[in-house]
């Protein structure tokens, strides 16, 4: 992978208040994450990586950066959101 890798220039990501989402699993769980606020990088390193290991990393969902931070209950979550987005500072960071 590492040749893969290198084939990319480093970019930046950034993770803003408009990067929280989530979705709702089964038996009333919501599972929540952040999703850089522009991907486009990270999308076309993961179609790299999957193009040189076709038979591990393919899915049938498009791929779709995001770092998960948890679940809770459906009904915790307007409360989980505004907890998380009230104070929240923006972090960048390299992917080098």
């Not at 890798?5 to 803003?16: A, E, G, K, L, W």
Request: charged share 25%; with cysteine.
């Amino acid at each position: 992978l590492e040749s893969v890798v290198h084939r990319h220039r480093p970019f930046s990501i950034q993770f803003d208040a408009s990067s929280f989402h989530y979705f709702e699993q089964k038996g009333k769980v919501c599972t929540y994450h952040l999703r850089p606020a522009e991907g486009r990088e990270g999308v076309a390193l993961q179609k790299s990586i999957e193009t040189h290991l076709p038979s591990a990393l393919r899915s049938s969902r498009p791929f779709e950066a995001h770092l998960t931070l948890g679940q809770c209950t459906t009904s915790e979550m307007p409360n989980r959101l505004r907890d998380l987005t009230t104070n929240w500072k923006p972090v960048d960071f390299l992917v080098d």
